[in-house]
């Protein structure tokens, strides 16, 4: 079950980004959030605006078309626009757009993966492959946003 909701503004998000795909994705990411974990990521952001966490997935490698192929997961927060981007890290946007808004139990990181796959089963979604994210909120919300029409 999802809601629908549309971002207004761009939101700049500063993070660690890693290239995988979905063959690799169940090695390639839980290290990837691991290293974003080690690397204290979060505290090296000048101009962060909150504590919210954003995994972005972006630069599809079939952009507007699906999601297969390599693509970009960038984990990160979001900054103030024209934030220096410290070394090692990179500079993403997320555009405004409407999204459905898949809500994960609070803090089940463990239920992510699995919610992933229920939102790729989804027929009745007309997905842009654009830019996707995943929320995760200090008091332990957890949801999925997926671009759509």
């Known amino acids: 079950m999802h809601t629908t909701e549309a971002t207004a503004n761009t939101l700049h998000i500063v993070g660690l ?3 995988t795909d ?5 090695q390639t990411i839980p290290a990837h959030w691991a290293r974003f974990q080690a690397e204290q990521v979060l505290a ?3 101009g962060r605006l909150d504590d919210v966490v954003h995994a972005v997935y972006t630069h599809f490698a079939h952009p507007g078309q ?3 192929g390599t693509y970009s997961l ?3 927060a979001q900054v103030a626009e024209g934030s220096a ?3 090692g890290l990179v500079h993403t946007t997320i555009a405004p757009q409407r999204r459905a808004v898949f809500p994960v139990a609070n803090g089940r990181f463990d239920l992510v993966g699995e919610a992933w796959q229920r939102i790729w089963a989804t027929t009745d979604l007309d997905k842009t492959y654009l830019c996707d994210f995943e929320r995760y909120q200090p ?3 957890i949801d999925i946003l997926v671009g759509i029409r």
């Open 17 to 19: 980004e890693l290239r």
């Open 22 to 26: 979905n063959q690799q994705a169940a």
């Open 44 to 46: 090296r952001l000048n």
């Open 66 to 68: 699906d999601n297969l």
């Open 74 to 76: 960038i984990i990160g």
């Open 85 to 87: 981007v410290p070394a």
């Open 139 to 141: 008091n332990g919300q």
